[in-house]
C-alpha cells in the first residue's frame, strides 16, 4: 500500500513537470496500463490530474486548490508568538502583529511593553487599523498589487487625524513608494498624535505580504529616531517569521535579487 501510494505521488509530481502518455504514466506507477487508466480516472475526477486534448495528463487545480487551502489554514499568530515575544524582551516595547482580513486590517497579537505597564495603547487584538495612517496598515498596503490597493482605498473617507496623517491619495501614494524602497514604515503620529511606531513586512511561502510586525510607543517614552534604532531587530524578526511560513528571500544572484 505505502509503495503504490509513493508512486500516485510520483506520479502528481511527474504531470507537474510535462504531460505524460498513458503508457509512462503505468511505468511510473508500475502497473499495466488497464490499472493506469483508471487509476489516472480516479486522480482525474478529483482534480489531481487533467486530460489533455492530446491525450496526455498534466497536473490538475485540484492539488493548487488544496495548496491555497493549507496556505490559509496557517496559523501566523503561532509562527509569530515566540519571535514577538523576544523582540518585545530585546527592545522593551510594545509589539503588534496585524493582518488583512477582508477589508480590514486587524491587530492579531498584541505583546505589552512589561516596562511601563501605566501606559497602555490603545491598540487591542482583533481591533481594525488604519490602512492609511499607521505603520502596519502602510506596509501592507504598500506591497498590494495596485487593483487590490484601490480597492481597499476605494472604501476608505481620507480623514486628517493629527498635523502628520498623510490625508490626501497622492502623498499617501508617494509614502507607499518610499516603503518599498526601503522594506518598512513609519508612523509618527498619524493617528494618535502620541504614538510612534515602525512596521515591517512578513512574506508567505509564494513572497506575498500577508501581515506586518511593529514596534509601538508612546512618544514621551520613546520618539519615532529612537524607535528606528531597533530596526534591524524588527526586521530580523520579520523575516524570521517569514521564513517559519515557507519565504526563502532571493539572493543577489538571482533575477529578483538586489
Not at 506520479?11 to 490499472?35: F, M, N, Q, W, Y
Not at 495603547?121 to 498589487?145: E, H
Not at 510586525?213 to 530596526?231: C, F, G, H, R, Y
Amino acid at each position: 500500500m505505502a509503495q503504490s501510494i509513493r508512486r500516485a505521488i510520483d506520479l502528481i509530481r511527474r504531470s507537474a513537470e510535462r504531460p505524460l502518455s498513458l503508457t509512462e504514466a503505468a511505468d511510473v506507477l508500475g502497473v499495466h496500463k488497464s490499472t493506469a487508466l483508471r487509476i489516472l480516472r480516479t486522480l482525474e475526477a478529483e482534480r489531481f490530474v487533467r486530460r489533455t486534448g492530446a491525450g496526455t495528463y498534466v497536473l490538475g487545480s485540484g492539488l493548487i486548490e488544496l495548496s491555497e487551502l493549507a496556505l490559509g489554514s496557517m496559523d501566523l499568530r503561532q509562527f509569530a508568538a515566540a519571535p514577538l515575544r523576544a523582540l518585545q524582551r530585546a527592545t522593551g516595547h510594545t509589539v503588534h502583529l496585524a493582518q488583512l482580513t477582508g477589508d480590514e486590517i486587524i491587530y492579531i497579537d498584541k505583546v505589552d511593553s512589561q516596562a511601563f505597564d501605566a501606559v497602555k495603547l490603545p491598540s487591542r487584538v482583533g481591533r481594525a487599523v488604519s490602512v492609511y495612517a499607521s505603520a502596519v496598515g502602510k506596509t501592507i498596503l504598500a506591497y498590494l498589487p495596485p487593483e487590490e490597493r484601490d480597492r481597499l482605498l476605494s472604501h476608505v473617507a481620507f480623514e486628517r487625524f493629527t498635523d502628520t496623517t498623510l490625508a490626501d491619495h497622492d502623498l499617501l501614494e508617494a509614502e507607499l513608494v518610499g516603503i518599498r524602497e526601503r522594506g518598512w514604515a513609519a508612523d509618527n503620529g498619524e493617528h494618535d498624535a502620541y504614538v510612534m511606531c515602525v512596521a515591517a513586512p512578513i512574506r508567505d511561502s509564494r513572497g506575498l505580504v500577508i501581515a506586518a510586525a511593529s514596534i509601538t510607543a508612546i512618544e514621551v517614552i520613546a520618539n519615532l529616531d529612537q524607535l528606528k534604532s531597533n530596526l534591524p531587530l524588527l526586521l530580523t524578526t520579520a523575516n524570521q517569521i517569514s521564513s517559519e511560513l515557507g519565504y526563502t528571500a532571493p539572493t543577489a544572484d538571482t533575477p529578483d535579487g538586489s
